[in-house]
Nanobody
């Protein structure tokens, strides 16, 4: 069992930045970020391979968001720049034995942190 605790969400104006953190109680093959807006499905944002730090991004966030990890702290970060109102959602951290864009590939989830981007 891996416990994930997110932090760093909040309210920001369009064009601003936020950094999300996710502290894990244990390591996994991959850790990622998903987001869910009201009335919508949970969408892939980014994932990172724990072994070598390879990142993967959704097209909608490429060039704006950066995922990184601190192996010593077993923590993954999501630096979000040039935020847009359409980035507004609850952001969830996920960890699992498989990596990919489907939420079904991840075994463990955090409680979520709200990000609101005002126009």
């Amino acid at each position: 069992q891996v416990r994930l605790v997110e932090s760093g969400g909040g309210l920001v104006q369009a064009g601003g930045s936020l950094r999300l953190s996710c502290a894990a109680s244990g390591s996994s093959y991959a850790m990622g970020w998903f987001r869910q807006a009201p009335g919508k499905e949970r969408d892939f944002v980014a994932t990172i391979m724990w072994s070598d730090g390879r990142p993967y991004y959704a097209d909608s966030v490429k060039g704006r968001f950066t995922i990184s990890r601190d192996s010593a702290k077993v923590t993954v970060y999501l630096q979000m720049n040039s935020l847009k109102p359409e980035d507004t959602a609850v952001y969830y951290c996920a960890a699992g034995r498989l990596a990919g864009t489907s939420p079904n590939l991840y075994d463990y989830w955090g409680q979520g942190t709200q990000v609101i981007v005002s126009s």
